[in-house]
């Protein structure tokens, strides 16, 4: 037998799938009108920062993508899907393309952070049931909270519940998530991203006042949007124009309170040159001051 044939002899197992090959989505819907706004507000709003600390442009953001960290039949089974999350060290394309999914398997390189915006009581977020097998020899799905922390096995995981406002942070210690408290200005700082991670109340694109998942930077100035920063900009050259239009008011106030008096002593010299020199001698005024 030839080496070819040899090798065609052998059962090689198939390529482990990239993310052209693996579903983008596990056809859920949407849980709510916020997450995607949500979801823009915490992208908009970090990616200055993410160019300042990768310069070469190494990062990806995931909204709402699978991390698939095994292979399962069918494939979404063998994924998760925060609602955000952020890589570092990995571009957001890959051959040319944009990411349709997270391969953990082809980047070896675990999300720093993932958040999950819980519409429920959070359980689901909190789940942490491990991967076993059932006494009939199913595989039961191990819960997001379990995958998280012990196979992903990523740094910082938030839970952010929108029906209530409550937010929980979650820091991976050795092998365990241990829950963060927050700082004294109710923020949780993640080293990593060099930002602290908060709740902020305001309104945002057609949503009225709610609470929103936001960005801080270390000395607890809220991180803005792009539009939210041309609105300040705007605000600003706003109130410069109107200092500048009020300077100019006060330098014509006072050019014409100039002419005006500057009017009054040509009229009084006019006056005072039509008296004759008794009336100005019992005045005392002198004829060269009139000069």
């Not at 990239?18 to 507000?41: A, C, M, R, W, Y």
């Not at 394309?93 to 944009?98: A, L, M, S, T, Y």
């Not at 740094?155 to 820091?171: A, F």
Request: proline share 7%; glycine share 6%; with cysteine.
């Amino acid at each position: 037998m030839s080496v070819v044939q040899d090798l065609n002899a052998i059962d090689v197992p198939r390529q482990f799938p990239d993310h052209t090959q693996l579903p983008e989505s596990d056809g859920t819907f949407v849980k709510n009108f916020q997450e995607h706004p949500q979801s823009i507000i915490l992208t908009d709003s970090i990616d200055p920062v993410l160019q300042r600390l990768h310069p070469d442009g190494l990062y990806a953001i995931g909204q709402d993508c699978g991390i698939y960290w095994r292979e399962t039949e069918p494939p979404e089974k063998g994924a998760e899907a925060p609602d955000w999350f952020y890589v570092p060290r990995v571009p957001a394309r890959v051959d040319g393309q944009i990411r349709r999914s997270y391969v953990l398997w082809r980047e070896f390189i675990t999300p720093t952070i993932v958040l999950e915006f819980a519409s429920g009581n959070g359980s689901e977020e909190r789940d942490a049931t491990p991967l076993s097998r059932s006494a009939e020899g199913e595989t039961i799905r191990p819960g997001k909270f379990w995958v998280y922390e012990q196979v992903m096995r990523i740094p910082y995981y938030g839970i952010y519940q929108i029906t209530n406002g409550n937010l929980e942070v979650y820091h991976l210690v050795d092998t365990t998530y241990e829950r963060m408290t927050p700082n004294d200005r109710g923020h949780y700082f993640i080293p990593p991203m060099q930002v602290e991670l908060g709740l902020w109340r305001g309104s945002y694109s057609s949503h009225s006042e709610e609470l929103w998942l936001r960005w801080w930077d270390e000395s607890g100035n809220l991180l803005l949007t792009g539009h939210e920063e041309a609105e300040v900009q705007r605000e600003r050259a706003n109130v410069a124009e109107e200092r500048a239009n009020a300077a100019q008011e006060r330098a014509n106030v006072a050019e014409q309170e100039a002419q005006q008096e500057q009017q009054k002593r040509s009229q009084l010299t006019e006056r005072l040159k039509s008296l004759s020199p008794e009336q100005l001698q019992a005045l005392g005024i002198s004829l060269e001051l009139l000069d």
